[in-house]
């Protein structure tokens, strides 16, 4: 439900692109070569980001240009996310569905604006085995124009609503500016929430209650702190009343990044495909009957995006760092000190005590794992493992179990600690609370620290181009926006940063108007100015570069 | 999965058909011409089949012929299906994924038996935006040829095996036989595995497993009873080695269908895809490499065909009826006794008696709703909630309050039971339990009854035409199969059973050679001979009309 409408020219699609390579490279189970990130994450960040999302097993480049595989490994995230999700709309009321893929033209053409936002972008299906269809279909880029039909004719009475429904499923954007892993990719997995309410209260209720839940997947699950907000007049979702936003940060690039989006799509879709309702009020005392209502809706949708965020705040120069709350295994645990000089005993005692070790995890609920294979080094275990990002490592050798103890090493600071066996269970439970707290508390420091108040222009660019996103007071006027980002285009810019994406001289955006605004510096009306055009500035609104 | 390989002409292909009527219908929440069946579902069965589905509110027509929405009340089923299924299959190992949709034509066509069991249905996507792509993309039928030019790339080593990775996804064959709702549709949901190992026997074992899960699914979850057995030759998974199966049977029409499979695929894609591994033995003992291996492969899949057939067969001529596991409302709360002479007293007691059981039974874990709808009398509400199937529903008025009891409703059988206060949730759990068992139990004994054994040729026919699944001694040659179905396809058949779908004169088709082969009944090599051909007889397999 992104109002990103491209900008570029479409280029002729390329179908088949970055096909895997008919050579076949070393595999990670026999060698070195996979082993490691060759690149630095402040260096070379595209490259790196790529090294990472692949040789973590997170995913894999396909045959279709834009299209990536999902592996076990970046699925098992997106499942918690959705278990949690689900769990908490099923709380609030929200139903699960499924609608068709495919959307008759014509439907798709019913509400103008909202089609101008994703007509360049369609992909269409025009042939059946070998018959050509009458009409050609849609796959959908998002389902508002193919749900709302039927809502219409769902919704008769009051009593109908509120109607809630959500679906998990695909949706196709045939982007045709450069693909990135998670990030931009032209068929992607998400949820898309589409409710109808009786009044305009109840609807915008549910806007700021479904933000909150976003706010959570990304701060309580994923580790990375957001900043809720409200999309300005240009960014809102096309044909809708307004949008609201959780907007990330990526310290990298310096670039903000839209995390997941709740719009009031007030009573222009209702209109648009005839979702009306008797008035609850009954006749008019005259007995005129009174005209029928539209309903107001929402829609609101987080996708598979959210990985890559995930991936870019978090992942250091030896690869991934999990979140434990998402993480498909958040404790790996490695036999040491044993050699071919360790005696059986030793050798006997390591294995059940790890038996025993995983045995309590799992009791308490811990997805743990052990890499037993005999033809691995154990350096190059910590090393497997630690490219994939598992949160916590537990060593467990001859002398551990003497005395009752392993080793527990933080995958996201490095801190090794000593755990007693008796509570290991427990203690381990208290270990990824922590790793999962300090990682927010870090990410969220970190995007603090940049993220600058400037009223005056000429601070403004120069913040940018220092990787920070930008407070200013600001008119909320349309042609300021473009301005801005007009003026803040053509600054020459390291390309390193940005070389994964669009043209070096990108242009500032807003990202969003935080619904938080700053308590100690005040907008006063009539005195504080715009930063960029100097009207009269209404509220403070975070710009910046953007993904 | 399913190897029916259309025979039917294409026709053109329509796109837009059954579009939901401009003219609003008196809907359910204001009126009587939805509240109920119109059709008897020993009479009329395609009809009765098409309003309880509809009116049930487990499905919407859709613009697009062939594709359905959807709605809360069957998703619900699919969901508790996946969340079951999925913590099974965990258990065994097998890990969750997401492939991509799109198929490049090349890859669809590198297995030459799989794409002719799929081409003819396969939608294409040839243009995106206002661009034509350089080479079309099938959107998958199914992802064998999706999935496993990977699966060759990432196994290496006998140590990257077993692989084992399934998705719930969406998939499209587009059909040109009449499409049905859940039966045959254009885009259906459902679950794909798609594993790999290094020997036959490890393979052989996980299809029966998965095998067995298919049963659980039908059998514990749906209520629905099915015989588990292999395909024929003619029957069996394009390009595949062997297919399993479970089958169900639908007493109305007579028809057998094919509720899951589980495909044995053998070296078969392994060798097309070159997924090979290192021979885990080492170099020959003179030092040469032994030559590489082909994996060994297995798909399989349920899809929301499923809730088909749990509609067919256990729905009667009041609507839907539920089996409680897989209910979205397992019960339905209605107070009773209550009208405009009721006193305030009596009321509230009700009122607060009915907030105590909710509370009770949704503490232990029981789905139950309440339908105070003030403006519906307590008659139209049994109704409502009977079309819906809803398994169990509990009446409280005034007198069961002083009573300290409810009276409990089986959708099933309708009997009527009183339940106490103080015991209530547990005495509903049990109700519950056995509504679930009961109707299996019917549903088996039906099933069973319907179940014949023929010898002779002379009574195959009119055996069939009794609406019956027939058991012979059969040979197992596909000529012999052809000719079956030839022979039992000229008898005039009542065109009410078929009116649903095809020709009147459908012949018969192998459903499964049964795993469990009858006791009392031993094929006796060289002596019993096949009930059709005459030749030697192998084993008894199941033939029968079918979906």
């Given amino acids: 439900m992104s109002a990103e409408a ?5 280029k002729p699609a390329k179908a088949v692109k970055n096909a895997p390579k008919a050579k076949k490279e070393a595999s990670s189970s026999t060698g070195a070569i996979q082993i490691g990130i060759e690149y630095k994450k402040d260096v070379d960040f595209a490259k790196w980001y790529q090294q990472v999302v692949t040789r ?25 996310i959705q278990t949690w999700f689900t769990n908490e709309i099923e709380e609030l009321g929200v139903e699960g569905v499924y609608f068709p893929m495919f959307v008759p033209a014509k439907n798709l053409e019913k509400e103008k604006d909202h089609v101008e936002g994703f007509a360049a972008e369609v992909a269409w299906v025009t042939r059946a085995g070998s018959s050509d269809l009458e009409e050609p279909l849609a796959v959908r880029p998002t389902s508002e124009t193919v749900m709302y039909p039927y809502y219409a004719k769902w919704v008769r009475s009051h009593r109908d609503l509120p109607l809630r429904l959500n679906q998990w499923c695909n949706v196709v954007r045939w982007e045709f500016k450069n693909p990135q892993p998670f990030l931009r990719t032209r068929e992607f997995l998400w949820q898309e929430g589409h409710t109808a309410f009786a009044t305009k209260e109840e609807a915008d209720k549910e806007v700021y209650q479904i933000l909150d839940l976003y706010r959570q997947v990304y701060e309580d699950l994923l580790a990375v702190p957001v900043i809720k907000g409200v999309k300005s007049e240009k960014e809102k979702f096309a044909g809708g009343l307004y949008t609201t936003t959780v907007e990330g940060y990526v310290p990298t690039t310096g670039r903000g990044i839209q995390a997941a989006t709740s ?43 959210s990985l890559g965020v995930m991936v870019m705040v978090h992942g250091d120069d030896k690869g991934l760092v999990l979140p434990p709350r998402v993480a498909a295994v958040q404790v790996i645990v490695i036999p040491c000190g044993i050699n071919t000089k360790s005696s059986e005993e030793d050798r006997i005692a390591v294995d059940e005590r790890i038996a025993d070790i995983l ?21 190059y275990k910590f090393n497997h493992w630690e490219l994939r990002g598992v949160p916590l490592r537990l060593e467990v050798g001859p002398k551990d179990v003497k005395n009752n103890q392993a080793l527990a090493a933080r995958r996201d600071n490095g801190e090794k600690v000593t755990v007693k066996h008796e509570t290991i269970a427990e203690d381990v439970k208290d270990l990824l609370d922590t790793v999962q707290r300090d990682m927010f508390n870090r990410a969220k420091e970190t995007r603090d620290a940049n993220l600058v108040y400037v009223e005056d222009w000429k601070d403004f660019v120069p913040a940018l181009d220092d990787k920070k996103i930008v407070m200013i007071p600001w008119c909320e ?25 669009k043209a070096p001289s990108m242009g500032a955006k807003s990202l969003c108007i935080p619904l938080e605004q700053p308590q100690d510096k005040p907008i006063v009306a009539g005195v504080t100015k715009c930063a960029s055009c100097g009207k009269d500035a209404k509220r403070w609104t975070l710009f910046g570069r953007s993904y």
């Avoid at 973590?56 to 918690?80: A, F, H, N, T």
């Fill in 6 to 10: 491209s900008a570029a020219t479409p």
């Fill in 359 to 379: 045995k309590q995890l799992k009791k308490a609920g811990i997805r743990a794992r052990v890499d037993d294979r005999s033809t691995y080094s154990v350096g």
């Fill in 477 to 501: 006027e349309p042609a300021c926006e473009d301005e801005i980002k007009d003026k803040s285009a053509r600054t020459g810019l390291a390309t390193a940063e940005l070389q994964d994406d």
């Fill in 263 to 305: 719009h009031g799509l007030g009573q222009n879709f209702a209109k648009m495909f005839g979702m009306t309702f008797e008035d609850p009020q009954g006749p008019l005392p005259n007995g005129e009957a009174r005209p029928a209502l539209h309903a107001w809706q929402n829609s609101w949708g987080l996708s598979t995006r």
């Fill in 56 to 80: 973590s097993e997170m995913l894999e480049y396909y045959d279709v240009s834009g299209c990536y595989i999902l592996r076990p490994w970046s699925y098992k995230v997106w499942q918690e």
